[in-house]
């Protein structure tokens, strides 16, 4: 299992900044990559960035730009930069691992971190 916890929501103007940090712990070998998603009130579930556990980012159009994943290996944390915020990324912020073991592929929730900006 892992289990991941997410810290760095809260309220912020808009044009502001906030970063979002990931913690995982538990059985973090073989995880292959992390990411963040968001969830607005009435709205589905959205990618907003995933990073490989190579580096590779991958980011919604929406964010491009704005946005920066970052990925620390060492310390098992995945960052989410947010800069020039709107109100419309306003959502719960979900931290996402994908591990692969004996080639079957699990993912893990973390329980969500508030994101709210004002106009």
């Known amino acids: 299992q892992v289990q991941l916890v997410e810290s760095g929501g809260g309220l912020v103007q808009a044009g502001g900044s906030l970063r979002l940090s990931c913690a995982a712990s538990?059985?973090?070998?073989?995880?292959?990559?992390m990411g963040w998603y968001r969830q607005a009130p009435g709205k589905q579930r959205e990618l907003v960035a995933t990073?490989?556990?190579?580096?590779?980012?991958n980011y919604a159009d929406s964010v491009k730009g704005r946005f920066t994943i970052s990925r620390d290996s060492a310390k098992s944390t995945v960052y989410l930069q947010m800069n020039s915020l709107k109100p419309e990324d306003t959502a719960v912020y979900y931290c996402n691992a994908a591990r692969t073991v004996a080639s079957v592929t699990r993912t893990y929730w973390g329980r969500g971190t508030q994101v709210t900006v004002s106009s």
């Open positions: 990073i490989t556990s190579g580096g590779s980012p």
């Open positions: 538990g059985s973090i070998f073989s995880i292959n990559a």
